[in-house]
Each structure stands twice: as C-alpha cells, then as structure tokens.
C-alpha cells in the first residue's frame, strides 16, 4: 500500500520561500508521476492543478503557467522524498497544497492519480 506523508506549509511573506515535501512510501514502481495541486479560496470545490514530475525513470516536469519560474519540483531518491519549492510567492498562491501519486500518464488530471497526501496549508501575506 501506497502512503504519502506531507510536511511543510505555514504563513510566508510575498517574495520569500516555502518548500513542501511529500515522503512516498510503500511504491515499488520504476514509472510513476508525482503531482502537486492545491484547495484555494477561488475554487474551493477543486483541486488545480500546479505541477507534476513523471519518473520513468529519468526526471521530467511540468508546470501551470502561473508558476512557471517559480516553483520546482524535485526528488531526493535516497529519501523517496519529493518536493515543491516555491519562490517568490503570491498571494494567489495561498491554499492547501496536495501531493499525490500515479501513472505517468496522469499528469494534470487530479482524478488519475491513485494516492494522495494530508494536504498543507500555505498562505502567502505581509
């Protein structure tokens, strides 16, 4: 059984920077993808999509437009540990922040992704 553990989130200022991580455990796959999406205020009924990496087993990534430059999304393999740096944070940025697991074909499609993490609140003000 696939378990996702999230640590991180909290209260950051504009411009500064937040990492997330999310420890996988229990995967024995060589081809998956890790996708970050997030709860917002705007549309509190979904989850948007942020960005997502696909390991199969080289490293490829993918981001929403808005932040595109901002955010990276990387993976410490000794750790089975993958994270969401975010720098330089909006406002519109604030919102909880999921983790989850799947197919590499899942990509942007929140419903494709099989197992998912607590979810971390990020609120982003002055």
């Known amino acids: 059984q696939v378990h996702l553990e999230q640590l991180g989130g909290g209260l950051v200022q504009p411009g500064e920077s937040l990492r997330l991580s999310c420890a996988v455990r229990g995967h024995t796959d060589n081809f998956y993808s890790v996708g970050w999406f997030r709860q917002t205020l705007r549309r509190e009924r979904e989850r948007e999509y942020v960005g997502n990496g696909i390991w199969n087993p080289g490293e490829t990534t993918y981001y929403r437009d808005s932040v595109k430059g901002r955010f990276t999304i990387s993976k410490d393999s000794d750790k089975d540990t993958f994270y969401l740096q975010m720098n330089n944070p909006k406002s519109e940025d604030t919102g909880i922040y999921f983790c989850?697991?799947?197919?590499?074909?899942?990509?942007?499609?929140?419903?494709?992704?099989?197992?998912w993490g607590q979810g971390n609140q990020v609120a982003v003000s002055s």
């Open positions: 989850a697991y799947g197919p590499t074909w899942a990509l942007g499609n929140s419903a494709s992704y099989d197992y």
